[in-house]
């Protein structure tokens, strides 16, 4: 076979590749391949030809060669044909009912969009959904109501604006800190409403779409001057101090043992004056969060006595085990560091504690007055804020 012949079949095979390339938008690299090592073979048996004559004569291997070509050319060319074939074979039914599939995925989607849009209507909270960059976000109607911004579409500096200066930090900072591996967050911070600061609780939620980063969040007012008692749900769906007595009347009847504790957060006072009621109920309301967390997630764990007073029933030795060495210590479970918008503060607590052995041949107005003496006597103790009954 002449080289000529030769040339102009790898000639085919390339014209093949680039118009398949050009008329389908899509490039295959095994053609690319197949077509680099068919020319690489052709060029080594030119530049070495006595390598090859050693096994095989360099004309018959030439022979051979042109037929493997051939068969590479067809290959391409059948290749390119059968998308020809395909593509002629849609008739006018096809295209129909192609077009009657996109209708139906369409309307699918309109009624998915008006679902999930009269959803957000019936909640109370405010939607904001955050745009890829995390520089904007839409929110919904009710966050106009609940702020009082009348725009949809803001960017997070004009929204900046409106936040109290001492919380901006803390927001931008969670909002640009938000990723995978913490898909969640919860801030609260204060807003201008009408020239009033108002505190607003912000709950968002990480999640990838194409790749990329999405947030979005659900905004709530906790503005205890439209809201009875306190508005938050934390202290306010708290047991009162009878049903503290009722429960304890329970429980007293089983043979395990159990620790009333009593709290009072002694420092709210002082951060009431300096902050404000409305800052000192959030500072409680997260403190209570937090001690249920680390020592009673039961509902019946803790009871709201007085305004900055609480009780807390330990049933658990390991539980109580852990509160005893972070007393010992001045550790962070007791003490706690609480972030209130731009507000920070320690708040302090004075603890009584009392043990209950199930021979015990104490009343329960006995025993929570004990309680009540240890955390008396904590109070006036400067050196440490627990004390243990009988110790």
């Given at each position: 076979m002449s080289d000529i012949m030769i040339y102009i079949a790898l000639g085919m095979g390339i014209v093949l590749i680039v118009m398949s390339t050009v008329f389908y938008h899509k490039f295959r690299i095994w053609k690319l391949i197949l077509i680099i090592l068919t020319s690489a073979a052709y060029a080594f048996l030119r530049l070495f030809p006595e390598i090859v004559d050693v096994y095989i004569p360099i004309d018959m291997t030439i022979e051979w060669y042109g037929y493997y070509l051939f068969l590479v050319v067809?290959?391409?060319a059948i290749n390119f044909k059968s998308k020809i074939k395909i593509t002629q074979n849609l008739t006018d039914y096809d295209f129909f009912e192609m077009e009657k599939e996109l209708d139906e995925l369409k309307s699918t989607s309109e009624l998915?969009?008006?679902r999930y849009i009269s959803t957000i209507e019936?909640?109370?909270e405010g939607m904001l959904f955050y745009n890829d960059t995390l520089?904007?976000?839409f929110a919904s109607e009710q966050f106009g109501r609940i702020t009082g911004i009348t725009k949809s579409d803001m960017t997070i500096d004009e929204y900046v604006t409106l936040i109290h200066p001492d919380d901006q930090n803390q927001y931008l900072s969670t909002i640009k800190k938000a990723n995978r591996k913490t898909p969640s967050f919860d801030i609260?911070?204060?807003?201008?409403?009408e020239g009033i600061y108002v505190w607003v609780e912000e709950k968002g939620r990480v999640f990838d779409y194409e790749k990329k980063l999405q947030i979005l969040s659900s905004i709530k007012g906790i503005d205890i001057k439209l809201f009875p008692e306190t508005l938050i749900h934390e202290i306010d769906s708290l047991p009162t101090e009878q049903q503290l007595f009722q429960y304890l009347s329970q429980i007293s009847k089983e043979p395990e043992s159990f620790y009333l504790i009593m709290i009072q957060l002694t420092n709210i006072p002082d951060?009431?004056?300096?902050f404000g009621r409305d800052v000192g109920n959030l500072m409680i309301a997260e403190y209570i969060k937090k001690m249920r967390f680390h020592f009673a997630k039961d509902i019946n764990s803790i009871f709201r006595i007085t305004g900055i007073q609480f009780a807390l029933i330990i049933r658990e030795q390991r539980k109580y085990d852990v509160m005893n060495r972070a007393?010992?210590?001045?550790g962070d479970l007791i003490n706690l560091m609480i972030n209130i918008g731009g507000i920070q503060q320690v708040v302090y607590p004075n603890l009584g504690i009392i043990k209950h052995e199930p021979w015990s041949t104490y009343s329960l107005s006995e025993y929570v007055g004990f309680a009540n003496k240890a955390m008396e006597e904590a109070i006036r103790n400067q050196k440490k804020n627990y004390s243990v009954f009988g110790e």
């Open positions: 067809i290959i391409l998915l969009r008006l019936l909640l109370n520089d904007g976000f609260k911070y204060r807003i201008s409403r951060i009431n004056s300096r007393l010992q210590s001045g």
